[in-house]
Nanobody
Framework: QVQLVESGGGLVQPGNSLRLSCAASGFNFDFSHVGWFRQAPGKEREGVSCISSSDASTHYVESVKGRFTISRDYGRNTAYLQMNNLKPEDTAVYYC?????????????????????WGQGTQVTVSS
């Protein structure tokens, strides 16, 4: 069964940190790009960060650069999103997504329509 399962969301105060995990199963994780996306109430889903399959190169949306770090563990078939110095505007449901690199090219991109495997999402709320 093709599956992505996110975990690690929660309620934190501004300035604090969270680490999201994305566990993959049922498909070739090693040759798949992985992306993190988020959707706040009333807003469109936006790309946050992605990591490529081949060389683990990364890409971030401008608003999280210097605060968020994406990584992946090929042995555990898991991707992570370390989020530091969280702000209220980071509040959203965070989704993990994957796509085979053989379909999209060697580098990941932060476009929702590029990904065809999605997790169920995990809520992140940043509030004092």
């Amino acid at each position: 069964q093709v599956q992505l399962v996110e975990s690690g969301g929660g309620l934190v105060q501004p300035g604090n940190s969270l680490r999201l995990s994305c566990a993959a199963s049922g498909f070739n994780f090693d040759f798949s790009h992985v992306g993190w996306f988020r959707q706040a109430p009333g807003k469109e889903r936006e790309g946050v960060s992605c990591i490529s399959s081949s060389d683990a190169s990364t890409h971030y949306v401008e608003s999280v650069k210097g605060r968020f770090t994406i990584s992946r563990d090929y042995g555990r078939n898991t991707a992570y999103l370390q989020m530091n110095n969280l702000k209220p505007e980071d509040t959203a449901v965070y989704y993990c997504a994957a796509v085979g690199s053989w379909t999209t090219g060697p580098r990941c991109v932060l476009r929702v329509d590029e990904y065809d495997i999605w997790g169920q999402g995990t809520q992140v709320t940043v509030s004092s």
